[in-house]
């Protein structure tokens, strides 16, 4: 039973350009989390979903963030024009029904913007 | 302020020593998490609490509902310990997980 998968690990890009990072939650999870941990931060809220649906976005910057959690396939975290201050690590967790405590975390994947 | 505080913020040990980290929170929780996390590394789950005590290994964890404050303990502790301890909560009503800042611990030989 593979856990939370994250590609890619690392991701290098340059100011402009875009960067998609994609979760695969655990068999069976329909709840999806994003967290961002900047450089000696703690992990901060983005957006949370649930299959086709997003259910609380109230973390993530209005523009050029996005994300979604479609019928098939990962979730997927896009940034348009990423800037320098977008360099951090990025988390997925899943977790298997809203009334669970559980969140399972992905290995995450940090992004560099030059 | 975050609904979820953590003490200290760092802490250095001598092998061997034992270790307690601290967690409060101000919201109604179902479910508490502890986390750690190594340098660079990903996040990994120790232990999920709604009440009591659980032990794995050399961990204790205890939450106190009523209180509302948790604890981890680190018995013997070693080196390879070193990491940031992380407490998250699952708020009682919502789907929302609150996060502390994370207890940076080194261990020294």
């Known amino acids: 039973n593979a856990g939370v998968m994250q590609n890619p690990r690392h991701l290098v890009r340059r100011r402009g350009q875009e960067a998609r990072l994609r979760c695969s939650p655990m068999?069976?999870?329909?709840?999806v989390y994003w967290y961002r941990q900047l450089p000696e931060e703690g992990l901060k809220f983005m957006v949370y979903?649930?299959?086709?649906?997003?259910?609380?976005e109230s973390g993530m910057p209005k523009e050029r963030f996005s994300a979604e959690f479609p019928k098939e396939g990962p979730s997927i975290l896009r940034i348009q024009q990423v800037v320098r201050g977008d360099s951090a690590a990025y988390f997925c967790a899943s977790s298997p029904w809203t009334g669970a405590g559980e969140l399972f975390f992905g290995e995450g994947s940090r992004l560099t913007v030059l | 302020k975050n609904e979820v505080e953590q003490s200290p913020q760092n802490l250095t040990a001598q092998e061997g020593e034992f270790i307690t980290i601290n967690c409060s929170y101000s919201v109604g929780i179902s479910a508490l998490h502890w986390l750690q996390q190594h340098p660079g590394g990903g996040i990994v789950s120790l232990f999920m609490?709604?009440?009591g005590k659980k032990k794995h290994g050399r961990l204790i964890a205890t939450i106190n509902i009523q209180e509302k404050h948790s604890s981890l303990h680190i018995t013997a502790s070693h080196p390879r310990d070193s990491a940031v301890y992380i407490c998250?909560?699952?708020?009682?009503?919502?789907?929302?997980?609150?996060f502390g800042t994370g207890t940076s611990l080194t261990v020294i030989p």
């Open positions: 979903l649930q299959k086709e649906n997003i259910i609380d």
């Open positions: 068999k069976g999870h329909s709840h």
């Open positions: 998250a909560v699952k708020r009682d009503t919502g789907n929302q997980f609150y």
């Open positions: 609490l709604s009440s």
